[in-house]
């Protein structure tokens, strides 16, 4: 093996939702291995942040404003990025949302647009990406799965169905479309400091921690928050020459949560 095995020089990577957090990061990684990075966000003013963010790292970056529910939106876009930066060899399929609401009391539309963006989104970025790799003979796909695509817990249903269908959405397409040298695999980020988990992770009135801060305290061997950065690593090996032959998996980045039966409490 060659270490330029992991180099992405020459290579452009699409990161959907990539103006903040996990996105932010990932792309961020990418680039510093040589991909150009090329990104979207539902608002101009949230890529022109994230357009700002990667020139703050001297990164090459291209941002657009789309929808990724939006597939008239995302065919039109991907067009416009394989003219106007050049064809895509890596999608992370990467913005997504979560609703915490107890399944009884959650509204039947609020459950369907988790289950749009963190599901039928995958989908559709990947279905307009996928004619040029198979016509190329080449490419990535990189789904940002959960622990919740393995666990369930009060609250999460539609991200929890969402996720758990994302997985097997995964190996779906690694099943299809391995032929034609595209791989496509998960990242399983554990429980990270992001906007998506700032609820989780509040201060309580006395200055004490979050009780579910606490709990994925007891969960997590690492005993620590994941940072955005911590994905970066694994998300430029699943997007390199250096993993070929890995298809169809879900990389659990999670601080050894998921093997974790849980600290006794003291
Ligand atoms: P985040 O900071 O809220 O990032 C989500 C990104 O997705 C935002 O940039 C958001 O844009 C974008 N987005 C949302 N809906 C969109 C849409 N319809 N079209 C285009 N972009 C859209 O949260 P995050 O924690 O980085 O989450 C990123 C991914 O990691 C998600 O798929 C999440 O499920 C997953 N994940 C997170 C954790 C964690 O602990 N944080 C763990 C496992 C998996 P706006 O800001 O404009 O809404
Ligand atoms: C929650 C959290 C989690 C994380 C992540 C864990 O409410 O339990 O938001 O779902 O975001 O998905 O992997």
Redesign the pocket.
Known sequence: MNMKDFSLEGKIALV??????????IATGLGNAGATIVF????QE?VDR?LKAYEELGLKAFGYV?????EAGIQAMVKQIETEVGPIDILV??????KRVPMHEMAAEDFRRVI???LN?PFIVSKAVLPTMIERRCGKIIN?????SEFGRETVSA?AA??GGLKMLTRNIASEYGQYNIQCNG???????????APLRERQPDGSRHPFDQFIMSKTPAER??K?EDLQGPAVFLASEASNFVNGQVLYVDGGIAAYFGKQPQ
Do not use: H
């Open positions: 959907t939702g990539a103006s903040s957090g996990i996105g932010l990061a979207n966000d539902i608002k949230f994230g789309c929808d990724v529910t939006d399929n990467n913005a997504g949302i979560i749009d963006i963190d989104a940002i799965c959960s622990m919740m991200y969402a996720k990242i399983g980020p554990g429980y990270i400091e992001t906007p998506m988990t928050w994941g955005p």
